[in-house]
């Protein structure tokens, strides 16, 4: 299993630039979730997903677009990049059931737009 | 709305000494998983140790171990045995049991220093 990855690790944008941070996982996980951390803070839930062709908003989803086609994958679309965007995105799954509802995060990407 | 505070932007410890990192949280909700995480250098969000709201005993994973009041809205991580590779920073998080919006709710995080 390699889990939860993320790709690319690192990309620098310019502004109105857009692009598309991809997530995979191979756990049959029914829940995903995109994640910003911004420097000296915890992570904020962008949005998530609790299944195939469901989504819905989490704190901050402005400027973000998802789908969710298949149970493995969860694109975060960034649509005319801003320097407010400029963060570490994280994508996490888990499979809601019962005792079984631990969050596995992916490795990261880091975002700079400039 | 659901809050988590930690308190200690920054914690530094012995090697092989106790540190205990602090976690309070606000909410009105009755049953909800709380949950440490370690985020060493490579940014791999790691989770460290749960705790069941309904449990009353405390979750201890090895060296890992936590002081949970619920009646406080009180989360606390023991390190026992501090190793040179617990330096990281660690976050406290929550999430409501039930419903179907799954998110966790993060804290701003503890960076700890271990010293050799």
């Known amino acids: 299993n390699a889990g939860v990855t993320q790709t690319p690790k690192f990309r620098i944008l310019k502004i109105g630039q857009s692009m598309t941070l991809q997530c995979t996982q191979d756990m049959n996980h029914n829940y995903m979730y995109w994640y910003r951390q911004d420097p000296g803070m915890g992570l904020k839930l962008i949005y998530y997903s609790v299944g195939a062709g469901i989504t819905d908003k989490g704190e901050v989803p402005n400027g973000y677009n998802v789908s969710r086609s298949t149970t493995e994958d969860f694109p975060l679309r960034l649509e005319l990049a801003a320097p407010s965007q400029t963060s570490v995105y994280f994508c996490?799954?888990?499979?809601?059931?019962?005792?079984?509802?631990?969050?596995?995060f992916g490795p990261g990407t880091r975002l700079t737009v400039t | 709305a659901q809050t988590v505070t930690q308190s200690q932007p920054e914690m530094s410890v012995q090697e092989a000494e106790t540190v205990t990192l602090s976690c309070t949280y606000d909410?009105?909700?009755?049953?909800?998983?709380l949950f440490w995480y370690k985020q060493p250098p490579s940014r791999q969000m790691i989770l460290v140790i749960r705790q069941e709201a309904y449990k009353q005993q405390n979750a201890t994973e090895n060296r890992f171990s936590v002081n949970f009041q619920k009646a406080a809205k009180s989360f606390s991580l023991k390190i026992s045995d501090s190793q040179l590779g617990d330096a990281a920073m660690y976050f406290c998080?929550?999430?409501?049991?039930?419903?179907?919006?799954?998110?966790?709710?993060f804290g701003k995080g503890t960076l700890l220093t271990v010293n050799p």
């Open positions: 909410t009105s909700e009755s049953d909800y998983y």
């Open positions: 998080a929550y999430r409501v049991s039930g419903g179907s919006n799954y998110k966790l709710t």
């Open positions: 996490a799954s888990s499979y809601e059931r019962g005792y079984l509802y631990e969050q596995y």
